[in-house]
């Protein structure tokens, strides 16, 4: 049953809370009013930027950063999450330029390949129009395909 536990005040409060926990529960579930807070603007940004894993090593942080991302990855792909990204395009175009600034990065490009393949694959039209309406975003990938061996 979902409780009335109060909403996180941060994603990163959401993010390392235990994937078992309440939260997370009513995330997976879909419930309105944490996927209205997941999908706030300012939250989504964050998701996306977390994407990004600077130090990809076996030290606590690197283990942090792939670890965070990982979930990241795992609530922008959410069913609940994807159409609210989809229709943001001003962060649909920070999650594409954060590729290109990546590039080489190949467990970063993993995450933005994984998120990118996901909302693809379930909103397919959404997508199109989009690179069809920003061809530049398009180029983007397109030259940065071979950049992590991943896309």
């Given at each position: 049953?979902?409780?009335?536990?109060?909403?996180?005040?941060?994603?990163?409060?959401?993010?390392?809370?235990?994937?078992?926990?309440?939260?997370?529960?009513?995330?997976?579930?879909?419930?309105?009013?944490?996927?209205?807070?997941?999908?706030?603007?300012?939250?989504?940004?964050?998701?996306?930027?977390?994407?990004?894993?600077?130090?990809?090593?076996?030290?606590?942080?690197?283990?942090?950063?792939?670890?965070?991302?990982a979930l990241s990855c795992l609530v922008l792909t959410g069913d609940a999450?994807?159409?609210?990204?989809?229709?943001?395009?001003?962060?649909?175009?920070?999650?594409?330029?954060?590729?290109?600034?990546?590039?080489?990065?190949?467990?970063?490009?993993?995450?933005?390949?994984?998120?990118?393949?996901?909302?693809?694959?379930?909103?397919?039209?959404?997508?199109?129009?989009?690179?069809?309406?920003?061809?530049?975003?398009?180029?983007?990938?397109?030259?940065?395909?071979?950049?992590?061996?991943?896309?």
């Amino acid at each position: 049953p979902i409780t009335n536990e109060p909403l996180p005040k941060t994603y990163y409060d959401f993010l390392y809370a235990d994937m078992f926990g309440d939260w997370w529960r009513r995330f997976r579930m879909g419930e309105a009013k944490i996927v209205e807070f997941l999908s706030d603007q300012e939250q989504l940004q964050a998701f996306i930027r977390s994407l990004v894993v600077d130090d990809f090593s076996r030290s606590e942080e690197g283990l942090k950063q792939c670890h965070g991302a990982a979930l990241s990855c795992l609530v922008l792909t959410g069913d609940a999450i994807k159409p609210k990204l989809i229709q943001n395009k001003k962060l649909l175009n920070e999650l594409v330029s954060l590729v290109q600034s990546n590039a080489g990065r190949e467990h970063t490009l993993r995450f933005f390949r994984d998120t990118l393949e996901a909302m693809i694959e379930s909103h397919p039209e959404e997508m199109t129009t989009y690179f069809e309406e920003n061809p530049q975003m398009l180029n983007i990938l397109l030259r940065n395909i071979n950049a992590g061996n991943v896309f």
